[in-house]
């Protein structure tokens, strides 16, 4: 059971936007910046947004991110077939002495 | 260019204990705000943060598998080593080193190594 918590998957077709969401708690996102990683089949997971809202080196305005009390939101737009991947958030945790903490996991499925 | 690269045996037994190394280049662990963290992914499951071991030699761990893993430096100043004893099936999983800044924002996870498959047989 993670700490924080992502629907399994969204979907949608090519061209058309999705958003992921992440909730928390206050020891947690409420009061941590969050990231967002990418992890493609087969390959490492990549940052894509840190600190709630900036988006990592190379990474296309497509992909915005943002927060609001306990809960942070991943948005996607002008889907492409190469988005199809895992999306994970994260923050630190100050439960139990502090780490970091991820979510779940979504599955995004380009239809 | 920042690389990592994570070393050791993809085949463990029950209760051994288990070393990795993580040989990077492209950076230096002695810059201030520098740290290197190992995150690793059972299969079929999500990420889980294990340690970091940041430009001042100061370690941070799971909570829940604080008492197992041990993280430092290497013998070479570009490599970070990672320990975890008492081995089980359930720690079989794909483990990542990945560089990590430290700043006000907290911890940002920019660069990660390709991952190494680690399988515990009972």
């Known amino acids: 059971q993670s700490v924080l918590t992502q629907p399994p998957s969204v979907s949608a077709a090519p061209g058309q936007m999705v958003t992921i969401s992440c909730s928390g708690s206050?020891?947690?996102?409420?009061?941590?910046?969050v990231s967002w990683f990418q992890h493609l089949p087969g390959t490492a997971p990549k940052l894509l947004i840190y600190?709630?809202?900036k988006r990592s080196s190379g990474i296309p305005d497509r992909f915005s991110g943002s927060k609001s009390d306990t809960s942070a939101t991943l948005g996607i737009t002008g889907l492409q077939t190469g988005d199809e991947a895992d999306y994970y958030c994260g923050t630190w945790d100050i439960n139990l002495g502090g780490s970091w903490v991820f979510g779940g996991g979504t599955k995004v499925t380009v239809l | 260019q920042v690389t990592l690269r994570e070393s050791g045996p993809a085949l463990v037994k029950s209760t051994q204990t288990l070393t990795l190394t993580c040989t990077f280049s492209?950076?230096?662990?002695?810059?201030?705000?520098?740290?290197v963290s190992w995150i690793r992914q059972p299969p079929g499951k999500a990420l889980e943060w294990l340690a970091l071991?940041?430009?001042?030699?100061?370690?941070y761990y799971s909570p829940s598998l604080k008492s197992r893993l041990t993280v430092s430096k290497g013998a070479s100043n570009n490599q970070v080593v990672l320990r975890m004893t008492n081995m089980d099936p359930v720690d079989a999983a794909t483990y990542y080193c990945?560089?990590?800044?430290?700043?006000?924002?907290?911890?940002?996870?920019?660069?990660w190594g390709q991952g190494t498959l680690v399988t515990v047989s009972s």
């Open positions: 990945v560089r990590t800044r430290s700043g006000f924002g907290g911890y940002v996870f920019d660069d």
């Open positions: 492209g950076f230096s662990l002695s810059t201030s705000g520098m740290c």
């Open positions: 600190e709630d809202s």
């Open positions: 206050s020891s947690n996102i409420g009061n941590h910046y």
């Open positions: 071991i940041d430009w001042d030699d100061d370690k």
